[in-house]
């Protein structure tokens, strides 16, 4: 990575330490209760996991430029200085052991979000040139082909194909002045194809005007991930301008959590203005079309069902209700896990842990806390509604031989559609 350097990375870092981040540390009382939250530091035990410590080298800082006691033990020489070497050995606490699921934030008895906090360290990590190889190449490619997954649209023009000759439907795209924009990510296009046919045959049944945009498809955003605000301002332009070239009301973000509070949490203030147009997760506007009564279906699941509710979705959007709306339509015998919706602990894959080879071992050793969970009750299948959940949930199950399949909330309920008569 060069260009980067210890400097620029030090340089950015103060340029995040904004008032909530100097509340944060100064509010801190090392209770410890955010380690018992973290699924890293619950499944190994290791001290360094402790979600408060991953933000050591910025808090460094931030004592030592930014208050007066810091300043005084520097004038002394006592403080400790942030090295390049400190930002290397630091890289895998930001990186692999922390999916910024907010879990730690959740419990934190000061209020302090930690992982906004480690969003923020990360803009430093990038800066000075201490990422994860596999992230890098995400962002890289992101950028260049408008996909983290380096998928173009002559690969979705594939799918599309098979899709409309297996459901009989057109899938529209460019449709001017559609009510819905309808994101995808790389992994559902690549792991799960059924989702997008899922979508237009839903969205056919219930008469909702919708389309897919050759300017911009993919939703997922690695500039967020990453922890580069510059990435992640240029990915969400293109989604902005390919919603407004076609004039839509609505953007859906496909079943991935983080895609979902890319674009509608962070979105905005990615880019500096505010949308013309509203943002949903596809889990909301089926909800909604449910509400409506313009989901018609029939029949139920009779096997024994579970759901795991994704970190982004659940515990830092709300999105909680909705799903289990929806399990009431086509699920007979359904149970929640013990600890769910806010409080269900993460699967271990989100906030670029996935992308990073490197963390392949510790993210399974995470999912063991999601192990935990699903032994529990004991479900036959397990249901999500975000393809990197779904994803680590097959790895997961599998590494461990619990034989338990996966599936998506979408494509269940499009199995359960009343069929429209044609003519």
């Given at each position: ?18 008032a909530?981040?100097?509340?944060f ?118 950028v ?11 690969t ?143 029949g ?67 999912f ?23 994803t680590?949930?097959?790895e ?28």
């Amino acid at each position: 990575m060069s260009g980067f350097s210890l400097e620029r990375g030090l340089q950015a870092l103060r340029e995040e330490m904004d008032a909530p981040v100097a509340s944060f540390f100064s509010s801190c009382v090392h209770c410890g209760l955010c380690a018992q939250a973290c699924p890293f530091f619950v499944e190994t035990g290791d001290p360094k996991y402790t979600p408060i410590h991953k933000l050591e080298p910025m808090r460094l800082l931030w004592e030592r430029e930014f208050t007066l006691w810091g300043r005084l033990k520097h004038l002394v020489g006592l403080g400790r200085k942030v090295t390049d070497d400190m930002l290397a050995q630091w890289e895998p606490l930001l990186y692999d052991s922390c999916s910024m699921c907010g879990r730690c934030s959740l419990v934190c008895p000061v209020g302090n979000d930690i992982a906004y906090m480690i969003r923020k360290a990360r803009e430093g990590m990038v800066a000075s040139g201490h990422a994860p190889e596999g992230l890098i190449a995400a962002s890289v490619r992101a950028v260049n082909t408008g996909s983290p997954m380096g998928l173009q649209w002559k690969t979705l023009e594939v799918q599309i194909k098979h899709v409309e000759t297996s459901s009989g439907l057109e899938v529209p795209i460019d449709r001017q002045g559609a009510d819905y924009l309808v994101l995808l990510s790389s992994m559902e296009i690549i792991n799960f194809p059924e989702y997008l046919e899922a979508i237009t045959r839903i969205f056919d049944h219930a008469g909702v005007s919708w389309t897919l945009s050759r300017q911009c498809f993919e939703a997922t955003n690695a500039g967020i991930q990453i922890g580069s605000k510059d990435i992640a301002a240029t990915l969400v332009q293109r989604v902005v301008d390919a919603a407004e070239a076609l004039g839509v009301k609505n953007v859906i973000s496909p079943e991935c959590g983080h895609a979902y509070t890319a674009i509608r949490w962070e979105g905005p203030n990615a880019i500096g203005r505010s949308y013309p147009f509203r943002v949903f997760h596809i889990i909301e506007v089926l909800d909604q079309l449910r509400a409506e009564g313009r989901l018609r279906t029939e029949g139920k699941e009779m096997d024994r069902l579970s759901m795991h509710d994704p970190c982004n979705l659940a515990r830092k959007s709300g999105v909680i209700d909705q799903q289990r709306h929806l399990m009431d339509l086509v699920a007979d015998n359904f149970v929640d896990l013990k600890e769910h919706g806010k409080f269900q602990w993460c699967c271990g894959a989100g906030g670029g842990v996935s992308s990073n080879e490197r963390a392949e071992a510790l993210k399974m050793a995470a999912f063991k806390r999601k192990k935990a969970q699903i032994e529990e009750v004991e479900p036959e299948r397990m249901v999500t509604m975000c393809a990197t959940c779904r994803t680590q949930l097959e790895e997961g199950l599998e590494e461990f031989n619990m034989d338990i399949p996966v599936v998506g909330l979408t494509e269940m309920i499009a199995d359960h559609l009343v069929e429209k008569e044609r003519a």
